[in-house]
């Protein structure tokens, strides 16, 4: 698997292995290959987003996939347009040459923390695709 990030337009690719392992949130690592995950911070110049462990489906039979993402701020999202501390992520596949939308969601970025974000609510959907995750400003209400 390979976690490329996207900040500034300048893409990394940092190579990750996955195995079938226990983690620490109690899921499992996907056996199969994703593929990529792509990240794209449009609040690069605010926040440091770190993918901390390859995507896991949760316990239980839910279904779920999901990453732990840390997020590492630098000054207040305010600074970089954002409207509220409130940010918003995607995750998306791309097939066929079409975008996928498979989650988004808010979540509060007052401070550095690590967070759960859902990707997709079953591994079928993105077993063989390249994973992209967008974070960026919550849009005002």
């Known amino acids: 698997m390979t976690l490329m990030l996207a900040a500034c337009g300048k893409p990394m690719n940092i190579m990750a292995l996955i195995s079938i392992l226990h983690l620490s949130s109690g899921g499992v690592a996907l056996a199969a290959d994703t593929g990529r995950i792509i990240i794209r911070n449009d609040l690069a110049a605010c926040v440091d987003m770190r993918v901390e462990k390859p995507p896991f489906e949760y316990p239980n039979g839910s279904n779920i996939v999901a990453i732990n993402a840390n997020f590492k701020l630098r000054k207040p999202i305010g600074a970089c347009g954002c409207m509220s501390a409130l940010a918003r992520y995607a995750s998306s596949v791309n097939e066929r040459e079409s975008r996928l939308f498979l989650q988004q969601g808010l979540f509060n970025l007052k401070k550095s923390d690590t967070k759960t974000l859902p990707l997709a609510t079953e591994p ?12 960026g400003c919550a849009r005002p209400r």
């Open 124 to 135: 079928a959907l993105v077993k063989d695709g390249n994973i992209e995750i967008t974070v």
